[in-house]
């Protein structure tokens, strides 16, 4: 384990919203990336960051929808951007470091949860491809730049959902195994995790330092897989919009708005208290607890989430898949 995974008592919580956290930070003149930074909580910390001075880079998918919701608010800039197409990746990397700014944030929310059985034009399970192997590729493109600014962060969204699953190295793609959407998310935030901790170890030298975040349960866009049976055992209601609410009896009073879900992300990338820290699992705007075995606790990271040989392993089968390397 990394002896830095065990919380600082931070003044903060599960109810202390984002714009809390930036209360008193200036980040005028600074660079800021966030991948699904149009939607859910991935626009409330483009908003929150924004709102602070930052120029924020928002890559998108669906640039008309990410136009729209971003519609108003001054230096933000919007670029194409698929997570499971590799040339995607390099064209849009290539792009940012061709203008020569430093990077100075790197937020990797983007992602998919829950959904049916699809693959990559590589073959890839398409969570494990978008949620990991994708952010994999497009932080080490970015690395010249992150480096430039000499004090980046990371930040990567992972999930309590790492809890349904390590990672798989002798089958990632569900070649050989049953397909469970559950678990290929699960395997997907865990990597999110390993990815975060096995980056921080590297890149220290450089300036830069990475962590992964557990956001909390917020009803955000990410339920559109979830079938009306998922939705009904957890008590949730899709509405006529598409959008999903806690129905009667429901959780309601254990679901985190928006603006606390993006809470411990700013407070990952932003905090003057993480100074000199890096490589660990936050939940509550706080680093978690290793979680001693008792997994129905609400709270705590298991331990194949924050295991540096595993995070090892990891990277190294990341470069074997995508064919990148770090250069720097």
């Excluded at 034009?121 to 952010?135: A, C, K, V, W």
């Excluded at 569900?174 to 290929?184: I, N």
């Excluded at 997994?295 to 470069?319: I, N, R």
Aim: net charge negative; hydrophobic share 40%; with cysteine.
């Amino acid at each position: 384990m990394t002896s830095s995974q065990h919380p600082l008592g931070s003044g903060f919580g599960a109810t202390t919203s984002a714009q809390e956290i930036i209360q008193g930070i200036d980040l005028s003149g600074r660079t800021v990336m966030v991948t699904g930074g149009y939607s859910g909580i991935g626009l409330e910390t483009t908003r929150v960051l924004n709102a602070a001075g930052a120029t924020v880079i928002v890559p998108a998918r669906t640039p008309d929808k990410a136009r729209a919701n971003l519609a108003g608010l001054a230096r933000v800039e919007l670029a194409a951007l698929d997570l499971q197409e590799p040339a995607s990746i390099d064209a849009f990397a290539g792009a940012f470091l061709a203008g020569g700014r430093p990077l100075d944030l790197l937020i990797n929310c983007a992602g998919v949860m829950a959904a049916a059985l699809a693959r990559d034009g590589r073959g890839f399970e398409s969570q494990f491809s978008t949620n990991h192997l994708g952010h994999f590729q497009l932080t080490l493109r970015l690395l010249p730049a992150l480096a430039r600014s000499q004090e980046a962060r990371v930040v990567a969204l992972s999930s309590r959902g790492h809890r349904f699953s390590a990672v798989d190295f002798q089958d990632p793609h569900f070649e050989r195994r049953p397909y469970d959407k559950w678990k290929a998310y699960g395997q997907s935030k865990t990597a999110n995790a390993l990815f975060a901790l096995e980056l921080d170890r590297r890149v220290t030298n450089l300036g830069v330092r990475a962590f992964s975040v557990h956001p909390g349960g917020i009803l955000t866009d990410l339920t559109r897989h979830l079938t009306e049976e998922e939705l009904g055992r957890n008590r949730l209601v899709r509405q006529a919009d598409g959008t999903v609410v806690p129905g009667p009896g429901g959780p309601a009073t254990t679901l985190k708005t928006v603006a606390q879900g993006a809470a411990t992300t700013v407070w990952c990338a932003t905090s003057p208290g993480l100074e000199g820290l890096g490589g660990v699992y936050c939940e509550n705007c706080d680093i978690a607890e290793v979680i001693a075995g008792d997994f129905s606790t609400p709270t705590g990271v298991a331990p194949w989430a924050c295991d540096p040989e595993a995070a090892e392993q990891l990277w190294a089968m990341s470069e074997s898949l995508t064919g990148v390397k770090q250069e720097l």
